[in-house]
């Protein structure tokens, strides 16, 4: 004959189990980080006119090449982010036209964010104090909100 069963502690047994009660343990609290954004600093004049200058020169010129293009904007425009435009941007989808004067969006120290308006809406331009020159490290034309 084959008998199955549980082999497991009382199992088998006629004794009751009793579960003793939890024991409290003392919690301590870890303080969390908190993380926050820089405090807003105050938007450089020359932050302003280097990414008005910049739209400017991004803007479409009739009969220019890609490359006319890209030695307009180099000046004025960090190397990673000019090698990003010789890669990928179509300078022939660029705005035709700034219609307005740029305007601080928001920044901190060392960098700021400034809106430029166009004849196909306001483009966004981040730069970044290099040297003590303003560059262009990014745009998103579809730009900030107005």
């Known amino acids: 004959m084959i008998v199955a069963g549980s082999w497991a502690i009382g199992a088998l047994s006629a004794e009751r189990t009793t579960t003793a009660a939890p024991v409290p343990v003392p919690s301590t609290t870890v303080p969390v980080p908190v993380w926050t954004d820089p405090p807003p600093a105050p938007v450089p004049p020359d932050a302003v006119a280097t990414a008005e200058a910049w739209v400017r020169a991004f803007v479409v010129h009739p009969g ?52 430029v308006p166009t004849d196909q809406g306001v483009v966004r331009v981040q730069l970044v104090e290099d040297d003590g020159r303003w560059l262009v490290a990014g745009a998103d034309p579809a730009g900030g909100a107005r």
């Open 64 to 115: 220019q090449s890609h490359e006319q293009w890209l030695a307009r904007l180099d000046p004025l425009t960090t190397d990673e982010y000019l090698g990003v435009l010789e890669s990928e941007a179509d300078d022939q989808a660029a705005p035709h036209a700034v219609t307005g004067p740029a305007t601080a969006a928001g920044g901190a120290v060392g960098s700021a964010d400034v809106d």
